[in-house]
């Protein structure tokens, strides 16, 4: 009996083969069951029950439907840069409401995403802070062992290195929102910038240029409201005038004459 025991002490410990990255992601795949769009937008609307005006509302209808499938995407994985990215989005096209009311449909908004409004909020924030006391666009490089926001573009860049790195339009918007905030202008230190994080700058340019035709758009879209409810405040104003005008008229025609 000893001697069985020795024997089997003796056999060597069972190898721990590593998996490879497309089997990991096989593995995966075979676990992802993601939400629908239209689960998605019920949960937003069951947070945010009231009604959004109609120049904000298609665009937001169209973000959350964009940002669903970045969220939902097999690759995903949350990123301080992109978090920086949607929120200079958001702020851009929602800064003319409340901003008790535009706090209350980002939350809504993220919140249907399954993610924590409050840590986009705060990490976006921090992203800002550090790049703004960066010497330059130099400094804006991936370093594991750096800031918080070095060590953001590290995780990016080790992500992209591996093939598994989910590129989004709110990463390219992050990026150069990180370089506006260095005082970089230059098309060459957004280019440096993509290079060093492992993104293609085509894919980064097309999704720029997107994103400053949804501006414009919204742009005009505002300066037309701008304008109708300019009209429509002197419309009203005309009509109380009159209303005024015909009430006075009436309460002289009313005064009995004097004896």
């Known amino acids: 009996m000893a001697a069985g025991i020795g024997v089997r002490s003796a056999m060597p410990a069972p190898r721990l ?29 069951e947070a945010y029950k009231k009604p959004i005006p109609s ?5 937001v209808q169209e973000l959350l439907v964009q940002m669903h499938f970045i969220r939902y995407s097999i690759h995903y994985e949350y990123s301080e840069v992109m978090a920086l990215g949607f929120v200079s989005v958001y702020d851009q096209i929602m800064e003319s409401l409340p901003e008790e009311e535009r706090g209350a449909i980002f939350a809504a908004y993220v919140g249907a995403l399954n993610e924590d409004a409050a840590k986009f909020r705060e990490d976006a924030s921090k992203m800002e802070q550090q790049a703004s006391a960066l010497p330059g666009p130099d400094a804006l490089t991936p370093d594991a062992s750096g800031t918080d926001l070095q060590k953001a573009l590290a995780r990016c860049s080790e992500r992209a290195a591996s093939g598994v790195f989910a590129y ?11 370089l506006e905030l260095t005082g970089a202008k230059e098309p060459a230190a957004l280019e440096k910038l993509v290079k060093a994080v492992g993104v293609k700058p085509e894919a980064v ?9 949804i501006l414009s758009k919204l742009s005009a879209a505002k300066e037309l409201m701008k304008e109708f ?23 002289a025609g009313a005064v009995p004459a004097a004896a």
Not at 168 to 178: E, M, P, T, W
């Open 205 to 213: 340019n097309k999704d720029l240029m997107l994103y400053k035709g």
């Open 229 to 251: 409810l300019i009209r429509e405040k002197r419309k009203q104003a005309e009509r109380e005038a009159e209303k005024a005008a015909k009430a006075e008229k009436e309460k």
């Open 168 to 178: 989004n339009k709110f990463v390219a918007i992050g990026l150069f929102r990180l």
């Open 17 to 45: 083969v590593a998996l490879p990255a497309r089997a990991i992601v096989q593995v995966r795949a075979a676990a992802f069951k993601p939400a629908t769009v239209a689960e998605t937008k019920a949960k937003f609307l």
């Open 55 to 59: 120049i904000y509302n298609a665009v």
